[in-house]
């Protein structure tokens, strides 16, 4: 065992799953990684990847602090123990308190706790990990770097609703925006591959996973987002909906004979593509579906991108010029279907897509998928894990 060579040991902690990575801070490979899940349930499960293999271990019962236990387990049998130098823990949000990552303390805690109600699905996960995490390694120094944080630069008048003051101020409500890891990430890789300075920058940055969201990045702040007091605002997602008309709350309510709680319940996770596809949430489905003549799986895809192309319009807004439009997340990174599908709407902003280049952007692929005398748009893998190891050694 050596400690020459630092590690920091990444942990992503969702209701009954907890993802970690344990990244070597001087050449950034990923050393160990993998994913407990379904946790708290019957078959919980452990898979470890290493050294390009991967084992799978049966957990039982495991809750989250078991689960832990497990992980730093698997570290110490691959002799990694002694590099784990630190631990980054995502945290979803973090409200107007942090706009950068900070070292875990008692504060820190209840400040996280006071944002449950924004996130309550997210916040109270990543508060389970960092308890266990830090009953299993107290001795280490553990990071939270927030979804929100990065968004804590938009400008009054974008984080504002049109709705009374009085609500911003004695109770929080304003757009906060989420995704920002992968955001701050994606446009520092853009701009390195583009030769461009990231202080004289102009991005618009979609991230396209099961959540989905879209940023204006100038000079490498967030300027407007798509998300906003909660993460079920803006672009169309795996599951949930995005913007709708508010006025539909009571009408779904009332027709449905549901609360509040359940209609949201509702926009969660049965929208979406999954809504509108009456099939699935997944976009690889959904193509496979689309090619074979599913008119739910082509309309849900339609929708999607009309509502991705409308917000690139609107985010074009912030920016005085746009040096690219990154693609970025699972879908982002993979489906040459949807990307064609938004920049053919984006024709009148000087988006031209070149097809072969689109189409050739296979996995772990980047660069640009416009023609030369287009408005750019390329393909960014993005990378939250690395940023989160990075942000909690600056920290160090
Ligand atoms: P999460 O937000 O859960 O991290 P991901 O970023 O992994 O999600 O994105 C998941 C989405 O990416 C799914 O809709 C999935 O179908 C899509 N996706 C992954 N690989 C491909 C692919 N090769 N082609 C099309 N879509 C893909």
Redesign the pocket.
Known sequence: MTRTKPAVLVLNTGSSSIKFSLICLQDRAVLISGQAQKLGLKDASLTVKINGGSEVLKLGTADHAAAMEKILQAIDIHRLSGRVSAVGHRVVHGGEKFREAVIINEEVIRAIEQCVPFAPLHNPADLMGIAAARRSVPHLPHVAVFDTAFHQTLPEYAYLYAVPKRLYRDYGVRRYGFHGTSHRYVTQEAARLLGIKLENSAFISAHL???ASAAAVLNGKSVDTTMGLTPLEGLVM?TRSGDIDPGMLPYIAESLKMTIKEVINLLNTKSGLLGVSELSS???EL?EAAAGGHAGAVLALDVFAHRLAKYIGALTVSLPRVDALIFT???GE??ALVRAKVLRRLGVLGYRLDSAANQAMA?GKQGLITTDQSTRAMVINTNEELMIALDTATLL
């Open positions: 996973g099961n959540g795996g997944d976009v690889r193509q997340g699972g879908i993979n489906s996995a």
